[in-house]
């Protein structure tokens, strides 16, 4: 996965940062959760929508401590990947990073939300209007914004008169299937090449939630029931093509 950051400039003027403001402080407002922008050195790109009073305490009375998590949470960040973690007070923290030029420019940050069963007392969720939300949820609001800030990552060379980069990890047209899309083709090749879905999502730039998603698709396309056999049947497909490739060369 590439670990080079892009420029956080041009991603802000390609956005607009009054827009990305106004889209922070409505999804932060639907989810009833706080949210902001950070670039990858943890700095604030966005003015804070709905600002959690409980962290805002929190962090006067433990400082070292929030800022130790913050940067363990950091580490975790440049790795790309969008992740949830809940902080020894309980908050449960969600984190999804910003492609811009295919390299991780930024990270969009929620918190302010709690799981239900957390050990944070219910007159103090009341107290600091802290959401209480169910894993599912949760795990669904992350989903959402990951696929929401994808669609940034546009890459501006194209616009400027450069050569579109070579699309790697296609099937041979031998091999494609009409009944599945292009990006599950991109899916089968890397499953044939022993990929894990987590290399599969670091290399394609999507979550391993979108990756399960699309390997459901293709067994239910298939027929199929398993990676393995998804596996096995391009394999058995390859070796009938090229059985039927050589006896056309005989018989030419």
Not at 106 to 130: D, M, V
Not at 134 to 145: A, F, Q, V
Not at 183 to 199: A, D, F, P, T, W
């Amino acid at each position: 996965m590439k670990k080079n950051t892009g420029s956080v400039e041009q991603w802000l003027q390609f956005v607009g940062k009054d827009k990305l403001q106004t889209f922070q402080d409505n999804f932060a407002k639907a989810y009833g959760v706080s949210m902001i922008f950070l670039d990858v050195n943890g700095n604030p790109l966005t003015v804070g929508s709905q600002n959690s009073l409980f962290c805002f305490t929190i962090q006067k009375e433990h400082a070292a401590r929030c800022q130790e998590n913050f940067q363990n949470d950091k580490d975790s960040m440049l790795r790309g990947e969008p992740f949830i973690h809940v902080c020894p007070f309980g908050i449960t923290c969600l984190y999804v990073p910003v492609f811009f030029n295919d390299r991780l420019t930024a990270f969009a940050g929620i918190g302010g939300l709690t799981y239900e069963n957390s050990t944070i007392p219910e007159n103090l969720k009341n107290r600091f209007h802290i959401t209480g939300c169910s894993k599912e949820k949760t795990r669904n609001i992350l989903t959402l914004l990951d696929s929401m800030l994808r669609l940034l990552n546009v890459n501006m060379s194209l616009s400027q008169g450069e050569k579109k980069p070579k699309q790697e990890n296609v099937l041979p047209a031998r091999l494609r299937d009409e009944r599945i899309s292009r990006r599950e083709h991109e899916i089968v090749m890397l499953l044939c090449k022993g990929y894990s879905n987590r290399q599969i999502a670091q290399h394609l730039f999507i979550s391993e939630t979108t990756v399960k998603t699309h390997i459901s698709n293709i067994l239910a396309k298939l027929n199929l029931h398993d990676r393995m056999q998804i596996v096995v049947h391009y394999y058995n497909k390859n070796d009938a093509a090229a059985t039927a490739e050589s006896e056309n060369e005989e018989t030419d």
